[in-house]
């Protein structure tokens, strides 16, 4: 299924002297092998972008903007194949994986328009007969790494606001999941953008991430991943002082006040949670309901999660698919056993699903009388666990929240204004959501603080990280 794909350079696909398979999680079975890059190869994808800098620049933004909405349109005609990808590879249900590719169409539509709307600005000088002239530029070659959980729109954030600003980019995507990613850069064929303005590289860290990271060409490198990698590619950044921008873990709190509506939140918290089986960075982890509603949520909560129907999200009746992989299922179980042996009360789920005969399969999992100090609730789990606590207080519920290292999203279910207001200003995260988790649009920046990254993806802001600012004098 990958024949007709490979790495990505200079305006074509060619193939490799080595391959590595891609598996499927829900089945475990081979989906097919996928070229993989030497170090020669990265470099030689790192000259075509280096080639591509100056065409791309002079297309000038209208020219880019007209570009990118061909590439949107020519992801709208391949929105099933691209779904059946993404389900394939990372086993989340079709009407996820065609809501995501759908977000990733509307990417490029909006920094098509942000390709417009690259202003500067005059400054009076205080220089007789001077001014100064304030512009932004491309920032130059840009090094996009990322992860396979959301394996469609974490390229698309990347790669539509480097092209709108003018930037080449040196895609590298997970290699559990290359396939969809291949299928963007072949849309991208269709925008007319110089050849090398687009590179894919997919392999090993030696052989992909270190020769970008190396290269002081490559002036500004983006992550979507784990803080401990983001930790690394910052100092590795350094040697070559390159811009870095950076979506890295969460470990969302979400307080359910005493006024909250109840089956509102149920309705929205429970598929949530489950989403991607649980493995979404900005996804509620840490529940912390009042006293009042404690009992009737947790119930509700475990309830709703047994009825959660596991599967192949190829099949349209699935509501949850497996986890990426082995590892993954080990590492979910062993949070969940951490928990209970300290105390915490399974309320539903707790194990890998029987009744398959392959895959990585766990059960949707509900966890009560859970304590600040267990791992399900000291680290992100990221898997299918609803770790849920009971507060008394306001200021209790929003200072617990905060004892986190992680600051990405966190979110608030009240009817009252007052405490919503005092939510958003109180919880430490670079998003809060107050009655929705609705977080993630082209048009709003999405990104976090503290440990949990740096730069905006999305919005306006979404492009500056692509941008430098230039100061010019004139005097006449």
């Not at 503290?450 to 230039?470: A, Q």
Request: charged share 20%; glycine share 10%.
């Amino acid at each position: 299924m990958y024949d007709a794909f490979g790495l990505y350079i200079k305006g074509a696909w060619r193939s490799s002297d080595t391959q590595s398979e891609v598996h499927s999680p829900a089945t475990e079975q081979a989906l097919g092998s996928v070229a993989t890059a030497s170090v020669q190869d990265t470099k030689q994808a790192i000259d075509s972008a280096a080639e591509a800098l100056a065409p791309l620049q002079d297309m000038g933004g209208f020219a880019r903007a007209d570009a990118l909405h061909r590439v949107a349109d020519e992801m709208a005609t391949r929105s099933q194949e691209a779904a059946r990808m993404i389900t394939l590879e990372t086993g989340k249900p079709i009407a996820q994986s065609a809501r995501e590719w759908g977000l990733s169409v509307d990417q490029f539509r909006w920094y098509a328009e942000e390709a417009r709307r690259i202003y500067g600005r005059i400054v009076e000088s205080r220089v007789p007969g001077g001014r100064f002239e304030v512009t932004k530029e491309p920032v130059g070659i840009v090094g996009a790494f990322t992860a396979w959980n959301f394996p469609a729109s974490l390229p698309a954030r990347k790669l539509a606001p480097a092209l709108a600003a003018g930037c080449p980019v040196v895609l590298r995507p997970s290699s559990q999941t290359p396939g969809v990613a291949m299928i963007m850069v072949d849309c991208l064929r269709a925008g007319g953008f110089p050849d090398g303005a687009v590179n894919l590289v997919v392999g090993s860290t030696a052989n992909t991430y270190e020769p970008v990271m190396a290269d002081p060409r490559v002036r500004k490198v983006s992550l979507t991943g784990s803080t401990r990698v983001g930790q690394q590619m910052i100092r590795d950044a350094a040697a070559t002082v390159k811009k870095v921008s950076m979506e890295l873990g969460g470990n969302a709190p979400c307080i359910i006040f005493d006024d909250a509506d109840l089956s509102a939140a149920l309705d929205a918290c429970v598929p949530s949670k489950f989403g991607n089986a649980g493995q979404v960075c900005v996804t509620p982890d840490r529940f912390f309901v009042h006293e009042s509603l404690h009992d009737a949520f947790v119930a509700e909560f475990a309830q709703r999660a047994k009825a959660i129907k596991l599967g192949n999200g190829q099949d349209e009746a699935t509501e949850m698919g497996p986890l990426i992989n082995a590892g993954r299922l080990r590492d979910v179980d062993a949070v969940v056993q951490d928990a209970v042996q300290r105390g915490a009360v399974l309320e539903a789920g707790g194990q890998p699903a029987k009744g398959f005969d392959a895959g990585h399969f766990y059960e949707p999992t509900v966890l009560s009388n859970v304590t600040d100090d267990m791992r399900v609730f000291a680290e992100e789990n990221f898997g299918p666990i609803a770790a849920i606590t009971r507060f008394r207080d306001d200021d209790e519920a929003l200072e617990r929240a905060n004892a986190s290292q992680m600051g990405l999203s966190a979110y608030a279910f009240t009817r009252s204004a007052d405490r919503a207001r005092t939510a958003t200003r109180t919880l430490k995260a670079g998003m809060v959501g107050i009655n929705s988790f609705a977080l993630a649009a082209s048009e709003a920046p999405f990104g976090g603080t503290n440990y949990s990254g740096l730069g905006r993806e999305g919005g306006c802001e979404g492009i500056e990280d692509y941008l430098d600012t230039k100061l010019s004098q004139i005097v006449l």
